[in-house]
């Protein structure tokens, strides 16, 4: 059964950074799309960036994190990462990692995702 698993969310002053990571389990990430969303209280849940492993991996991310969020793996840990520098309160979420289908991968929204992990906090306090 494929499991991910979110480690790394915690709390943070405004400026700082924290890693994420996703491991997957019994699912290999090569060749597919992975991806990391977000979910605030009282808001929907947003796509913060995504990538498919591919020959050349390709990357798309949220606007709001252009710039400050780098999503990346290790095909042979079967792990996915998002580095997230400059946080600031707003970043403040409960961050999921994701699957998706290669095709959708650009734009993956909520209900296209086929794997869902439980969830790891992020506060960022200013």
């Known amino acids: 059964q494929v499991k991910l698993v979110e480690s790394g969310g915690g709390p943070v002053q405004a400026g700082g950074s924290l890693r994420l990571s996703c491991a997957a389990s019994d699912y290999t990430i090569r060749n597919t799309c992975m991806g990391w969303f977000r979910q605030a209280p009282g808001k929907e849940r947003e796509r913060v960036a995504t990538?498919?492993?591919?020959?050349?991996?390709?990357?798309y991310y949220g606007d709001s994190v252009k710039g400050r969020f780098t999503i990346s793996g290790d095909n042979a840990k079967n792990m996915l990462y998002l580095q997230m520098n400059s946080l600031r309160p707003e970043d403040t979420a409960l961050y999921y990692c994701a699957t998706g289908r290669r095709d959708q991968c650009a734009g993956l929204k909520s209900r296209d995702v086929v794997y869902w992990g439980q969830g790891t906090q992020v506060t960022v306090s200013s």
């Open positions: 990538i498919y492993f591919g020959t050349d991996n390709i990357f």
